[in-house]
């Protein structure tokens, strides 16, 4: 009996052996044409370079980099290349007020004037008070004006300012570094009446709390509370609470922050390079990171939507990923676009109308996608170091897109 149970047991193990062997084949032949596709994408032309991933629960199914972060240096782009995340950075914005909001620094239905040295308001509604979730949910009534593209990007020192191109936005330009302003200044002149940069058209015409209006002002001025709040600047708070936990260690703020050899190129187009510059309202769209820092930073997201992330509770957690507005807060709802997150609004965390999670992100040279399924809890990430430059880049971007999502069940089992 106990050879034969010996043997019984031999041959399991062996059929369990084979069997496993046999998926990791699987799971390689499908990362292999996986990454085939994407090369083939590539190789169309309309990007200097990107990196992509799918992600779960318990990490990268798939993380590859293609093209280059430096055409000219013929550096590949891989998965540590650096860059910018754009509008992606909002969602750590919402991060770092629910954390402030546990350490009990502050609470999201506070007004935010009982925090600022300066006083916030709508001119058309005055006695109305802008409250912390209604930045967060982008119902403040703040908008941004003019002054928010021409004062917004300074470049890195040592850059010349002539014969630069113009960004994607015609009225948008760069700024030499010796321009730039720090975020509380920027604020102040943007937001108050005696402001030298002040316009009227940077409120709506309507309450506060009323009307969905996409505000990056809005979200900066979210992160100056939350440094007002717990005494520190917001770059050590989310130092401190975020991208150490998470083990994102080559991530940062700045390019003086982060490893600047690993720093990729911005293209206005795969043959236009554009300067490396920085933002004076770097809440709304300046960290800087890589496919595997954002990897983890995704599988945290994938994690507390589930009620088991580690970067807040789940309580806040489920504040964060709950959708916060109705119809009646949209004069024009997006229920067309399944890659836009403007369908409806947590702390400052996206949701489409075909339910997927997440952000998108856009500025000079810079596009990045990030969303999860909360049905399979399985999400993706794309990173382009090039502006789409044309109908034809969009569809290529799209393409790569839903070609991650064609291999996401592939790879996950």
């Not at 629910?98 to 308001?121: H, M, R, W």
């Not at 008070?129 to 002054?147: G, M």
Request: proline share 6%; charged share 15%; aromatic share 12%.
């Amino acid at each position: 009996m106990r050879h034969l149970l010996l043997v019984f047991s031999l041959c399991l193990a062996l059929g369990t052996s084979t069997q496993a062997t046999a998926q990791r084949a699987r799971h390689r032949a499908a990362q292999d044409s996986l990454t085939a596709e994407l090369e083939a994408l590539r190789s169309q032309g309309h990007f200097t370079g990107f990196g992509v991933a799918l992600v779960t629960r318990r990490g990268a199914l798939y993380q590859h980099g293609f093209g280059f972060a430096d055409a000219q240096a013929r550096t590949p782009y891989d998965v540590h290349t650096l860059q910018p995340i754009a509008s992606v950075t909002k969602t750590v914005v919402g991060l770092a007020l629910l954390k402030a909001q546990e350490l009990g620094k502050l609470t999201l239905d506070d007004p935010i004037n009982k925090y600022l040295s300066f006083q916030v308001v709508n001119p058309s509604f005055p006695r109305v008070p802008i409250t912390l979730r209604q930045l967060a949910n982008h119902t403040s009534s703040i908008r941004d004006n003019d002054f928010y593209l021409s004062k917004n990007l300074y470049l890195k020192p040592s850059q010349p300012l002539a014969g630069l191109p113009r960004t994607f936005r015609e009225e948008q330009a760069f700024i030499p570094a010796d321009s730039a302003v720090a975020l509380p200044v920027f604020l102040q002149n943007v937001l108050t009446q005696q402001g030298k940069w002040y316009q009227a058209k940077g409120f709506l015409a309507r309450p506060p709390g009323e009307l969905y209006e996409y505000s990056n002002v809005g979200t900066c001025l979210a992160a100056y509370v939350v440094e007002l709040a717990t005494g520190q600047s917001f770059q050590a708070f989310t130092t401190r609470y975020l991208t150490r936990p998470l083990h994102m260690g080559a991530s940062g703020w700045n390019v003086g922050d982060v490893d600047f050899a690993r720093y990729a190129r911005p293209y206005q187009a795969p043959a236009v390079p554009l300067p490396y510059y920085s933002l004076t309202t770097y809440p709304d769209g300046g960290f800087i990171s890589s496919v595997t820092d954002m990897s983890r930073y995704l599988r945290e997201l994938i994690r507390g939507y589930q009620g088991q992330g580690t970067v807040l509770r789940p309580a806040s957690y489920r504040d964060y990923f709950r959708p916060q507005l109705a119809a009646s807060n949209f004069e024009e709802r997006n229920e067309r676009n399944p890659f836009s997150e403007s369908y409806n609004v947590g702390v400052f965390m996206g949701f489409g109308y075909t339910g997927y999670i997440g952000h998108t992100g856009g500025d000079p040279g810079v596009v990045t996608l990030l969303f999860f399924d909360p049905k399979t809890g399985t999400g993706r990430l794309l990173m382009l170091n090039t502006n789409l430059s044309g109908r034809a880049a969009e569809v290529a971007m799209y393409t790569i897109w839903n070609t991650l999502e064609k291999y996401q069940y592939r790879l996950g089992h």
